[in-house]
């Protein structure tokens, strides 16, 4: 009877380990030091121009890295893709997200282990007068079979956001770079923007001494001096401001790379790239980004974790705990005999120790909760993630045909600036010098030709500008990792320095 039911309880335990077994090669990708992190890795160059991340997870590898950022931009002009290649290295935030695939690997690491057993030794009759020790002694394990039963979905379920996890950590890297890269842009028009309103303020001053100079010989009224002089303060503010709006641009980009100390001297160019011949075609944009969009992908394996959660849901409806608890009982029992020794009757106790194994199934009974609503519960979670994969694959594609829209169009303006406007502004401008030295034109005409000439290429750069911020919106429609806004709303840019040679 004693080796029938241990062969039960044996049996038990063996079926539900089986049923919840797990690969040495799925713990493995668990446990590693960078678990996943080489699936973020390609996913990130494939996305984001070949770009290398990486992470840190000790003080050597700090020091590399370090020691490589600087090489990349201590004392250097950097260009855009320089940038985004020191944020993704060096910005600690992008570090965290790291972090937190690991947490979720630890998580999907620890669903593969099997729970614990629970030891139970008892002792009773402590002290008992006949014994002088111990009466009976009670020890038991419980395992815990539906743990052991479901065990193989609950680590579907946790490979499932892992996965997923993989491709947040993703999403963020592309976020960084996109982030990283429009800053850019941001502080290289905002220099540039500044070295225009300097060339604008050396015409508004020769103005205002011109009017000064006129006015004491009483060549010009008061008010035509009082406007001349007016232009020339309202731009010297504006110059003032858009030195501090370029300089908190830079800072920002700063911010960004992850720099500080010494690794702050760097510079970025005095202007933007030109502008392409043409703008690259795609008339699958649609297609590419819902096949690449990284957020589209989180949707999705949002979807089939929650589906396969509804699943375990419902096999566990009933029965939310049930307990297997095998173990034995070993008590002492004193027997008392009498014998007659010379003729005198002698009592003599004897003491034996009797075995009995035992088996016990404990579950909870379902008479207040069936389970029901668990169960809905789990069905509204599912159908709020199906509604918002079909939301996000239905914004996708708006997003992708507003970006490229966006791109193509800021192209032909920027363009229209570049081969229109402003040799316009320039002819005006060198016929203006002819007739002046005509005698033909007064010198305040001559310096208003130089002023709206200054004016044009702030347009000009402004419309610039918005091309490379659409460049990077669009390549963010396609893979994903956040977009900026575009060109709407964008103004005129009034930023930057002045001195050449970088800034």
Same mark, same amino acid.
């Given at each position: 009877m004693r080796t029938s039911a241990a062969k039960a309880v044996l049996f038990a335990l063996t079926a539900s380990v089986l049923a919840g077994c797990v690969s040495p090669e799925q713990i493995a990708s668990y446990s590693e030091q960078q678990p996943g992190f080489q699936q973020v890795s390609s996913g990130t160059s494939l996305r984001s121009r070949n770009k290398e991340t990486v992470w840190i997870q000790n003080a050597d590898q700090a020091k590399a890295v370090s020691d490589r950022v600087r090489t990349l931009v201590h004392k250097k002009t950097i260009s855009a893709d320089t940038a985004v290649q020191v944020a993704l290295l060096n910005n600690r935030g992008l570090q965290a997200s790291y972090a937190a695939l690991? %947490? &979720?690997? #630890?998580? +999907?690491?620890q669903e593969t282990m099997l729970e614990n057993p629970v030891v139970s030794v008892g002792f009773l009759g402590l002290a008992h007068p006949e014994i002088g020790g111990l009466r009976t002694i009670e020890s038991t394990i419980a395992a815990n079979l539906l743990s052991l039963a479901t065990q193989k979905q609950r680590v579907d379920i946790a490979d499932t956001r892992f996965r997923q996890a993989q491709a947040v950590a993703i999403g963020d890297t592309l976020s960084l770079a996109g982030e990283t890269r429009r800053a850019w842009i941001d502080a290289v028009a905002a220099f540039e923007t500044v070295a225009y309103l300097? =060339?604008? =303020? $050396?015409?508004a001053d020769a103005a205002s001494q011109l009017a000064q100079k006129l006015g004491e010989t009483g060549a010009m009224p008061k008010a035509g001096q009082a406007r001349e002089h007016a232009f020339y303060s309202e731009l010297t503010g504006q110059k003032a401001e858009a030195r501090l709006a370029a300089t908190l641009a830079k800072e920002r980009l700063t911010r960004l790379m992850g720099l500080w100390g010494q690794d702050v001297q760097y510079f970025v160019p005095d202007s933007l790239p030109g502008l392409p011949k043409a703008p690259r075609g795609n008339p699958s944009i649609e297609a590419d980004a819902l096949r690449n969009r990284i957020d589209l992908q989180v949707a999705k394996l949002e979807l089939e974790a929650v589906a396969k959660s509804y699943r375990l849901t419902e096999a566990t409806r009933y029965v939310t705990d049930l307990e297997l608890i095998a173990g034995v009982e070993a008590e002492r029992e004193v027997e008392t005999e009498y014998e007659l020794e010379g003729g005198e009757l002698e009592e003599k106790s004897k003491s034996k120790t009797i075995v009995t194994p035992q088996i016990e199934l404990e579950f909870a009974i379902p008479i207040f909760d069936s389970g029901k609503a668990r169960q809905r519960k789990a069905e @509204?979670? @599912? %159908? =709020?993630?199906?509604?918002?994969?079909?939301?996000k694959a239905v914004n996708i594609r708006s997003e992708a045909r507003s970006a490229y829209t966006a791109f193509k169009s800021s192209h032909e303006i920027a363009r229209h600036y570049r081969d229109a406007v402003l040799p316009l502004r320039k002819a005006v401008e060198e016929e203006g010098l002819l007739t002046y030295n005509g005698m033909i034109t007064n010198t305040f005409d001559l310096l208003?030709? !130089?002023? #709206?000439? $200054?004016? !044009?290429?702030?347009?000009?750069?402004? +419309?610039?500008?918005? /091309?490379?911020?659409?460049?990077?919106?669009?390549? +963010?429609? !396609? /893979?994903?990792?956040? %977009?900026?806004?575009? !060109?709407?709303? &964008?103004e005129p840019m009034r930023t930057a320095s002045a001195e050449g040679g970088g800034h």
């Open positions: 690991g %947490m &979720s690997a #630890a998580e +999907a690491w300097n =060339q604008a =303020q $050396v015409a @509204y979670a @599912y %159908m =709020q993630a199906a509604n918002k994969l079909a939301e208003a030709d !130089t002023r #709206a000439r $200054v004016d !044009t290429q702030l347009l000009a750069v402004n +419309a610039r500008k918005n /091309f490379w911020l659409a460049d990077a919106d669009l390549a +963010a429609a !396609t /893979f994903g990792g956040g %977009m900026g806004g575009g !060109t709407e709303g &964008s």
